[in-house]
């Protein structure tokens, strides 16, 4: 399923001629990069939640973490990788997951995925990752606690 959100967002950001190029082949590939980008999405938004939510650390702080965490996770998941379409791939899947995890905090994301080492040769990977990020923040259910727009309403059922 991410697969196929990942190869609809590259579409929307201006990459659908490279679509194919991403769309592996192999089942075991598939279960293999899932598990892999999974785990290191997983960790990604706790960490990015830790931070944005912390009292103690001020604004500052918080984007250079969150621009570090972003780093580290692009790092980690692109190591080894020659393939400009699927570093591209895996950098704005994990914004994405970034930025849904702390929507306030876009622009820093936007701009350590794009200036993390793997991901800075690729030609307007900027202005890609930043429709990549709003179109995730936009699909994603808003919740106040973590930057959204509007606070959840819980609804009982009337008794």
Do not use: C, W, Y
């Amino acid at each position: 399923m991410k697969h196929l959100l990942t190869l609809f967002t590259l579409a929307s950001a201006g990459l659908a001629p490279l679509q194919a190029a991403i769309a592996p082949t192999d089942a075991s590939q598939i279960v293999g990069e899932t598990e892999n980008v999974d785990s290191t999405e997983a960790s990604l938004a706790k960490r990015i939640i830790e931070i944005a939510t912390s009292k103690s650390v001020p604004r500052d702080d918080q984007d250079k973490l969150i621009a570090a965490a972003v780093q580290n996770a692009i790092l980690a998941a692109t190591e080894g990788l020659s393939d400009a379409v699927q570093i591209f791939a895996i950098a704005s899947e994990l914004a994405a997951v970034a930025a849904k995890a702390a929507p306030q905090f876009s622009e820093t994301i936007v701009a350590a995925a794009a200036s993390a080492p793997a991901v800075a040769s690729i030609p307007d990977a900027r202005a890609r990752i930043q429709v990549v990020v709003n179109t995730a923040i936009r699909a994603a259910p808003s919740n106040a606690e973590f930057g959204g727009r509007h606070a959840a309403t819980v609804v009982s059922p009337a008794r």
